[in-house]
C-alpha cells in the first residue's frame, strides 16, 4: 500500500524550533519530488516547500523562506521539515505529499499538528 | 504570491452539474498548464481529483472534469451526487519565489 506517515508536531513556544518527519512506504521514494503543505484549522492548504529526487533543488514559500529547511533521507524513505524562529502564524496540520504526474500532490499523508503558543 | 480566487460555495440538487472556478493571472494558471484540483472532506487529508488542467488520476469518476481558459481554470461536476459534499483546492505552479499557489477554496453542497 503506497502511504505516507508524518510525525513530530507538538506544542511548542514561540521562538522554538520542531522537526517533523514523514515516512514513505508503498512505492520508490527516491524517485519522486517530495512536498511539505500546511493547513490551519478552518483554512485552506499553503504549499510550504518541496525537494527534487536527489536533494539538488529545494523551494519555499516566501512565509517560511529562511525559517525552514526541507530535507530527505533515500535510505529511510524519509523526509523532514526542520523548523525554526516558529510563531503564532506557522500553527497548523503540516502533511507531507508526493509530487506525480505533472508535479500534483498525487499522495498525502494524514498530518501531524503543530501548534505555536505560550 | 495571494491565494488563487474561487466562489466561497456551489451547490446543486443530485444529478446537476456545477462549476468551480479558479481566478489567477498570466504569472500562474494562465502561465502553466500545472493546474491541479483537491477533493477535501472533513478530517482527511485532500484527495488528488485533476492534475494538468484536465487529466483525471485512475480511480477518480468521470463525472469530474477540469478545463482552463486565459487566467482561469473550472471544475466541473457533473450528475452531482452526495458524496460530492466537500471542500475543493485548486493549485497552480506559479514560476515565482514562492513556486505552488492553492486557492481560497470553495464548499459544494448537494441539495
Known amino acids: 500500500e503506497v502511504q505516507l506517515v508524518e510525525s513530530g508536531g507538538a506544542l511548542v513556544q514561540p521562538g522554538g524550533s520542531l522537526r517533523l518527519s514523514c515516512v514513505a512506504s508503498?512505492?520508490?521514494?527516491?524517485?519522486?519530488?517530495m512536498s511539505w503543505v500546511r493547513q490551519a484549522p478552518g483554512t485552506g492548504p499553503e504549499w510550504v516547500a518541496n525537494?527534487?529526487?536527489?536533494?539538488?533543488?529545494?523551494n519555499y514559500a516566501d512565509s517560511v523562506r529562511g525559517r525552514f529547511t526541507v530535507s530527505r533521507d533515500d535510505a529511510k524513505n524519509s523526509l523532514y521539515l526542520q523548523m525554526d524562529s516558529l510563531g503564532a502564524e506557522d500553527s497548523a496540520f503540516y502533511f507531507c505529499?508526493?509530487?506525480?504526474?505533472?508535479?500534483?500532490?498525487?499522495?498525502w499523508g494524514r498530518g501531524t499538528m503543530v501548534t505555536v503558543s505560550s | 504570491q495571494s491565494a488563487l480566487t474561487q466562489p466561497p460555495s456551489v451547490s446543486g440538487s443530485p444529478g446537476q452539474s456545477v462549476t468551480i472556478s479558479c481566478t489567477g493571472s498570466?504569472?500562474?494558471?494562465?502561465?502553466?498548464?500545472?493546474v491541479s484540483w483537491y477533493q477535501q472532506s472533513p478530517g482527511t487529508a485532500p484527495k488528488l481529483i485533476i492534475y494538468?488542467?484536465?487529466f483525471r488520476p485512475s480511480g477518480v469518476p468521470d463525472r469530474f472534469s477540469g478545463s482552463k481558459s486565459g487566467n482561469t481554470a473550472s471544475l466541473t461536476i457533473s450528475g452531482l451526487q452526495a458524496e460530492d459534499e466537500a471542500e475543493y483546492y485548486c493549485?497552480?505552479?506559479?514560476?515565482?519565489?514562492?513556486?505552488?499557489?492553492f486557492g481560497t477554496g470553495t464548499t459544494v453542497t448537494v441539495l
Open positions: 494538468e488542467v484536465s
Open positions: 505529499a508526493r509530487e506525480g504526474q505533472a508535479y500534483a500532490l498525487d499522495i
Open positions: 525537494i527534487k529526487q536527489d536533494s539538488s533543488e529545494r
Open positions: 493549485r497552480s505552479y506559479t514560476g515565482g519565489s514562492t513556486p505552488y499557489v
Open positions: 508503498g512505492f520508490t521514494f527516491s524517485n519522486y519530488w
Open positions: 498570466s504569472s500562474d494558471v494562465g502561465g502553466y498548464n500545472r
